[in-house]
């Protein structure tokens, strides 16, 4: 049971090349989502995707795309890379009893944008 | 609308010293409340949660937290410091029901001196 795994862990792009960041989680979980984490801002949602077919954008999601593909896989798409997406981006999925769920995250992205 | 505040981004304390990180929230429905640890170049674990029920919340390692609505506080404690507790903290708030959104402080790095 791995959870969730992300791929790749570190990326360098160039300012308005394109790239996928892949996630994947193997409990069943109904709900995945996108994050990004800056220093002294905490984590801040992109997209989230409540069940496989539906995506939503969260607070941040200017810039990016996302791709529910299964119940298992959320992908995160940056069409034109900017240097302001240089993060850390982490994937999380939500799953248990209704009323005590719990997100589970994944190693996390390093990305850099030049 | 729903936040968090983390009182303090920077927190050192002694080794075997009490552990007090401090969070205050603001929801306007009854808030699931989360500690979140972030060990360096890791992704996010959960440490403890509040949902409903009991206000006292026992974590892993050791830690803790209270919910106190009157205070909209969710403070998380551990009596005695290890080495291995130096991390990142993070508090977060989501809604009950829902798609489960996580709101996220700003975070508190923790340092542990001998």
């Known amino acids: 049971n791995a959870g969730v795994t992300q791929t790749p862990k570190f990326q360098v792009l160039k300012t308005g090349q394109s790239m996928t960041l892949q996630c994947a989680q193997d409990m069943n979980h109904n709900s995945m989502y996108w994050y990004r984490q800056d220093p002294g801002m905490g984590l801040r949602l992109i997209y989230y995707s409540a069940s496989e077919g539906t995506t939503d954008k969260g607070e941040v999601p200017n810039g990016y795309n996302v791709s529910r593909l299964n119940k298992r896989e959320f992908s995160l798409r940056l069409e034109s890379a900017a240097p302001s997406q240089t993060s850390v981006y982490f994937c999380?999925?939500?799953?248990?009893?209704?009323?005590?769920?719990?997100?589970?995250f994944g190693p996390g992205t390093r990305l850099t944008v030049l | 609308a729903q936040s968090v505040t983390q009182l303090g981004s920077h927190v050192s304390v002694s080794e075997g010293a009490l552990v007090l990180l401090r969070c205050n929230y603001s929801?306007?429905?009854?808030?699931?409340l989360f500690w979140y640890v972030q060990y360096p170049n890791q992704g996010l674990q959960l440490l403890l949660k509040y949902t409903t029920g009991a206000t006292l919340v026992k974590g892993i390692n050791g830690f803790e937290a209270e919910f106190k609505k009157s205070e909209t506080s969710f403070h998380l404690t551990k009596p005695s410091a290890h080495m291995s507790d130096a991390a990142e903290y993070f508090c977060a708030v989501s809604s009950s029901g829902g798609y489960n959104k996580l709101i996220f402080g700003a975070g508190t790095r923790l340092a542990v001196h001998p």
């Open positions: 999380a999925s939500r799953g248990g009893r209704a009323g005590t769920d719990t997100q589970y």
């Open positions: 929801s306007s429905v009854p808030p699931y």
